[in-house]
């Protein structure tokens, strides 16, 4: 918080930042259960481990692959408090609605501050680039102002 007389920050003391209540619970409705389920931020220690548990190495590269399928699992039971989930109830989760579990995942990916992390390991792991320029070809509803038809790059 900066201080009225200046808009210099005021510099935290170590008891501050060890003193500061930075894990957050939401209660996150779900309109297709017909109810609500609570979440929790994670811990950096959690976030770390998480994406640990879910990097192997890729046998032929011998380059680190995190299979995302895993850490968004991890991310379910480890941000779920109630109720609480086992990695085998996340599997049963898989069954039900997908609007409802693209609802919470997102609210969980938000909460986590992984969602950037998870989509940039991703793109290590297969090789992609999300910066990367992807040229639209013209086709039967692309035109320029003038009515005519042009290549168009998106990203660039």
Known sequence: ??????????????????????????????????GAVRIRTLTKKQADEMQARATSTDRYTKQPVV??????????VESMIEP????????????????????????????????QLAVSEADKSNGTRPDIAIRVLPGARTEDDEGGTEDKVVGE
């Open 84 to 115: 609480q989930l086992t990695l085998e109830d996340y599997e049963r989760l898989r069954e039900r609605s997908a609007v409802a579990i693209a609802l919470l995942q997102r609210e969980i990916l938000a909460a986590s501050g992984l969602s």
């Open 1 to 34: 918080m900066a201080s009225k007389a200046s808009n210099t920050p005021r510099i935290l003391t170590a008891e501050d930042i060890w003193g500061a209540k930075d894990i957050e619970e939401r209660t996150v409705e779900i309109p297709q259960w017909g």
């Open 67 to 76: 299979d995302n399928d895993m850490l968004v699992a991890l991310l379910f």
